[in-house]
């Protein structure tokens, strides 16, 4: 998905801050709601976020402004599907190379996991899955797609400022139009939490050198971010091309008002991300 939607996601550039600056009391919270770490995990996991989020601020956030700022360039003009789709690629190059800086802490946690963790997180998972079901796939298609129309109203006013009359019917259109299967998505969401609890058990079950856990921790990490099946891969990939076009179509539909407002937009996070990595 395009940038521009996808930080839509994000609150105001001062949330950004305020989230980012606390970003590893929330991961360790999250993580924790999912594991119950124990005292000494809890620290060994506040650490290793600590370094993580450090080499986050210095390497990573300036290389994410740039892509800000030249984003900024991109959104005075009409854009293409392909355009659409280049900062996309970019954002996910960044979500990847984010989870291969994680994989040694991801190790480390992994080793000292315990039966019970492990279960606990299998209940997790049974107690998120059934929020998904309500969210999604308890939903009529007519339910679904305002669902779907709402959020994506929010995200482009976010960004663009108040959409008029023929804009909404441009993005009603294009939540309508869209291939999003939300069963195909819980499919998914299954198959990578049993990978997850196979992996895990497995480990546990099998005499291992950290060589071989990690081995077992990146793959899953792959498989995570890049599923196995062929049919998900062809699923999301047309899914994807489809959101950069009708991100595309509607951004081709703004005044030159609506595109100063994005550029706006796009420049405070940048100013946020810059003043994030210059501070230690």
């Not at 969401?189 to 005499?207: A, E, F, I, K």
């Amino acid at each position: 998905m395009g940038l521009l939607l996808l930080l839509g996601a994000l609150q105001a550039c001062t949330g950004i801050k305020l989230g980012y600056n606390n970003g590893v009391d929330l991961a360790a919270w999250w993580l924790d709601g999912h594991i119950d770490f124990n005292k000494a995990q809890s620290k060994q996991v506040r650490d290793d976020l600590r370094q993580l989020q450090l080499r986050n601020r210095q390497q990573d956030l300036p290389d994410y402004a740039q892509t800000l700022r030249q984003t900024q360039t991109l959104v005075v003009h009409d854009l293409s599907t392909e355009q659409v789709c280049a900062v996309g690629t970019t954002v996910r190059g960044y979500i990847d190379a984010l989870l291969v800086d994680a994989e040694p802490a991801a190790t480390t946690l992994v080793q000292s996991l315990t039966p019970a963790q492990i279960s606990y997180l299998e209940r997790k998972y049974a107690k998120t899955n059934a929020e998904y079901r309500s969210d999604w796939l308890a939903l009529t298609p007519t339910e679904m797609h305002q669902k779907r129309y709402d959020k994506a109203l929010e995200r482009a006013e976010m960004v663009y400022g108040r959409m008029d009359a023929a804009q909404k019917t441009l993005i009603r259109q294009q939540v309508e139009q869209s291939h999003f299967d939300p069963q195909q998505v819980q499919a998914e969401r299954l198959r990578r939490q049993t990978d997850t609890l196979q992996t895990l058990r497995q480990l546990q079950r099998d005499p291992t050198t950290a060589a071989d856990t990690r081995t077992a921790v990146r793959g899953l990490l792959e498989r995570s971010m890049h599923s196995p099946q062929p049919s998900y891969r062809a699923y999301a990939e047309a899914l994807a091309q489809q959101d950069c076009q009708g991100i595309a179509v509607v951004h081709n539909s703004t005044t030159p008002k609506q595109r100063e407002a994005a550029v706006r937009w796009l420049a405070g996070y940048e100013q946020s991300l810059r003043e994030l990595a210059a501070q230690r």
